[in-house]
């Protein structure tokens, strides 16, 4: 059976652009965390851009990033996962047929607010007439993308693929998630490794990736395995102890585990149970640095793939005092509210 | 008749966000789809409402924007002729 | 031929009926659910027409018999009604006895709550517990939790093509070896906001829609939600399941062409079929039905004819069955699955209905007549917004 690998990453995030997981200098995370727009106008022609959501331009923009980066030039295969899409659009529309008591509506924002328009523009910025997917369930959105590519990699006749993770933060949306505690608050306190408070600190981003079955110079990591689920069949343990057995791997043998916790005092608990059965680990997290969203667990993916070339493993992302001896085997551990569940699998190459 | 073509410009500006255009660069006669301005077909469906929201003016079947949006010199003529709102 | 993905069981609502046989009797009794719209309060009431399910969700509470508390969406509701039907039609009763996923797909969500209760959810916090359900996972995640379904979860949202997708991923996991039986399918309920939309875009029809035919004005919106049951050969050896019939085929293709219209030679769509006949390991004339997607509007059905023109020397017995339960955006291709197995169940083409003058631009006539011929294979096309083109083949029990 073939491998998947990845061998480029592109990301916009909440950080400067460029931003390296080993920069000394991080933005700190606020209740709400807009990303940082990089300049768009050497990729995308202004006659095409005029009509963007800022999820599609942030997506072309760590698209080609990730392309660029793994020298593929014709992925067989373009798949997105996103939590809600280009809400900003969304709202825009929702907006105008409540105060236009549904007139004068133009299909611009329409357009832009459809689920698969990111998939679908990348797609017609790259002429890119293959398999063309996109998935929106929740937290493990972009995770339902990876297993996509990584099935298909596996198993089907395709060598390169690309996918990616994208959300975006919309004004109303936000005050709605704030009316239900989903997210911080202005003055809350946030506090990833104790959280006193209830709510996420709300981001938004993308984060591209370009999977081949070809190991190249450039290979981050390998992609050993995945699981994505809604709920958990057996107690939590056991699901992971089997999800490891199954890869030949047990507790001990992995080297990080990367939690996607994220200051919310209500999901704590969660992730501090895996933390239990892996006292001995180093744990990493990175939410701190890109801010919760539904698709940030993208951005785990990103820092895994980093510290896992590099062999290195910055303070910053230090969940626990463990230092690793290496890094060979990681496991990202990520969820929303118990559910959107999935368990990813990294090794070294 | 020149201060309705400034205006349409600065309309088509603002609602089809040109970025980088000015009125001074859009002339009367220039086609606004294909070579010339490079609209498409999305920004008819937006100029039919433009029409519509300002003008008074309702076009039913979108095709209908192909004679009338050729350039600002035709739009302009056809607003001035059928225009309910003022 | 027993590593096929089979299909076991089947579920629907739509505006042509409430089960597959209220289905099934529409299609052959040419009994259209195209209506004037009643359940939403629209200012283009007068000027569309509607495939409305005529339950309240008062009444599609009761039906399932949720909680006073839930938090359950249109979309949500009609999705756990259908798929409840096709695990009880493929007489499931350990759910996760197996390796089961679900894959659903939704374009809409919880839109038409948010669109109802948007403004003011700061003056009425009774409605607030609505705000979370707006995402569409949130509705395939009640939908496995009516089910009482752990496991692998998808949403799926490629506009218009949405749940052909789903079926497609599903098909291929069983293939592939991780699942055992996967639910799949979409659910999409009407909505302000998609009206609008589709308003916005000057494709919605005034009256009734005529797909193919040369006078086509465009598009009736609809509303339902069907899912099919896919189980591996091996469970349905093991259980002695009863087979309706197969998923051979399958092909998702890019457009690349255009935002929201389809390339005018249906370069997509000839490509998604050619990788489901690819898959198939079948030549386009072994097809007896093409379900076609058929939208009625002038873009779509000139774009699709050509396509199939392309691909076939001579074109299979062909029909939409949008004008019977309008255009249901996700749920579409979940319906039109269900009318490709009812077709090859009983050997029946379906009426493709309001079809007069043929288009100039091609001869293509569609069956206006429900028709009885042997069917061994049936094609079925869904088209979506952004370009994504699917087809879907079926093949006999």
Wanted: glycine share 6%; charged share 20%; proline share 3%.
């Amino acid at each position: 059976m073939k491998n998947c690998y990845i061998n480029g990453i592109g990301s916009v995030s909440i950080q400067a652009t460029g931003f390296s997981i080993f920069d000394a200098e991080i933005t700190t995370v606020q209740n709400v965390n807009k990303a940082q727009q990089p300049s768009y106008k050497e990729l995308i022609a202004p006659a095409m851009s005029r009509r963007m959501a800022k999820g599609v331009k942030m997506s072309i923009y760590a698209a080609n990033k990730a392309l660029f980066e793994a020298k593929m030039v014709d992925p067989q295969a373009i798949i997105v996962g996103t939590g809600l899409g280009c809400i900003e659009d969304s709202e825009k529309f929702l907006d105008a047929i409540i105060e236009n008591e549904e007139q004068f509506l133009t299909p611009t924002a329409f357009i832009q607010s459809t689920h698969n328009t990111v998939a679908a523009q990348i797609a017609l910025l790259l002429q890119c007439k293959a398999y063309n997917f996109t998935y929106v369930n929740g937290a493990n959105s972009f995770e339902n993308a990876l297993f996509d590519a990584f099935m298909q990699l596996k198993h089907l006749d395709k060598e390169n693929i690309l996918i990616g993770g994208v959300d975006e933060i919309a004004p109303y949306t936000f005050s709605m998630f704030e009316m239900v505690g989903k997210v911080k608050r202005v003055g809350d306190n946030i506090n990833f490794k104790k959280p006193e408070t209830n709510g996420i600190p709300l981001a938004e981003g993308a984060n591209f990736f370009a999977l081949s079955v070809k190991k190249t110079a450039n290979t981050y990591a390998e992609v050993v395995d995945l699981l994505v689920f809604n709920d958990f069949k057996d107690d939590e343990t056991s699901t992971i102890k089997a999800f490891l057995e199954k890869n030949n791997l047990s507790v001990n043998t992995i080297d990080v585990i990367v939690l996607g916790v994220n200051a919310d005092a209500v999901q704590q608990p969660f992730y501090h149970k895996i933390q239990v059965l892996f006292t001995e680990t180093p744990q990493a997290y990175y939410q701190h640095i890109s801010g919760s969203y539904d698709t940030a667990s993208a951005f785990g993916l990103k820092v895994a793939a980093e510290i896992i070339r590099s062999q290195s493993y910055p303070e910053k992302l230090k969940y626990n005092e463990a230092q690793p001896e290496k890094i060979e085997n990681i496991l990202l551990v990520n969820q929303n509210n118990l559910t959107d569940f999935s368990f990813v699998l990294l090794s070294k190459c | 008749m020149e201060a309705l073509k400034k205006e349409l410009k600065e309309r088509i500006i603002n609602v089809l966000n040109l970025e980088d255009i000015t009125v001074d660069d859009i002339q009367d006669t220039d086609a606004l789809f294909g070579d010339g301005l490079g609209l498409d077909s999305i920004d008819a469906l937006e100029l039919i409402v433009l029409l519509d929201k300002e003008y008074g003016i309702k076009l039913a079947d979108p095709k209908q924007g192909k004679e009338i949006f050729q350039s600002i010199e035709t739009m302009a003529q056809y607003i001035a002729q059928n225009r309910t709102k003022l | 031929m027993q590593n096929r993905v089979a299909i076991t069981g089947m579920g629907i609502i739509s505006s042509i009926g409430n089960t597959v046989e209220e289905n099934f009797n529409a299609l052959i009794s040419k009994k259209a659910g195209i209506s004037d719209i009643e359940l939403i309060t629209t200012r283009h009431t007068n000027e569309i027409k509607v495939g409305e399910i005529k339950l309240t969700n008062e009444q599609l509470q009761q039906l399932l018999n949720l909680p006073v508390n839930n938090t359950f969406t249109r979309t949500s509701m009609l999705g756990a009604y259908a798929a409840k039907q096709a695990v009880n039609n493929a007489q499931i009763t350990a759910i996760n006895e197996v390796r089961t996923g679900l894959i659903s797909s939704t374009s809409v969500g919880g839109m038409d709550f948010t669109e109802k209760h948007y403004k003011q959810y700061d003056q009425y916090p009774e409605y607030q517990k609505y705000i979370l359900s707006h995402n569409a996972g949130d509705s395939s995640n009640k939908i496995a939790d009516y089910l009482g379904l752990k496991g692998f979860v998808s949403t799926i949202s490629t506009a218009c093509s949405s749940a052909a997708n789903a079926i497609m991923l599903g098909a291929s996991m069983i293939e592939n070896g991780y699942l055992d039986r996967v639910i799949v399918g979409g659910t999409d309920s009407l909505s302000k906001f998609t009206i609008n939309g589709f308003k916005t875009l000057m494709i919605l029809s005034d009256t009734y829609n005529t797909p193919f035919d040369q006078h086509r004005k465009g598009l009736n919106l609809g509303e339902a939600a069907a899912y099919l049951v896919l189980e591996s050969g091996e469970v349905v050896k093991r259980q002695n399941k009863h087979v309706l019939a197969y998923v051979c085929g399958y092909g998702n293709a890019n457009d690349a062409y255009h935002q929201t219209a389809s390339s005018e030679n249906g370069e997509g769509a000839c490509l998604a079929m050619k990788k489901a006949f690819e898959k198939a390991g079948i030549q386009p004339g072994e097809i007896n039905y093409i379900n076609a997607h058929g939208t009625a509007t002038p873009n779509n059905d000139l774009s699709e004819g050509r396509a199939l023109l392309r691909i076939f020397n001579s074109v299979p017995k062909f029909s939409s069955t949008k004008a019977f339960t309008g255009h249901t955006l996700a749920a579409a291709a979940a319906i039109e699955a269900v009318y490709s197995v009812l077709a090859l169940q009983n050997n029946m083409v379906f009426p493709n209905l309001n079809f007069k003058t043929p288009m100039e631009e091609f001869h293509l006539i569609p069956e206006t007549e429900p028709v009885k011929t042997e069917i061994n294979y049936v094609l079925s096309n869904s088209f979506g917004f952004g370009g994504n083109c699917s087809t879907l083949i079926f093949a006999k029990s």
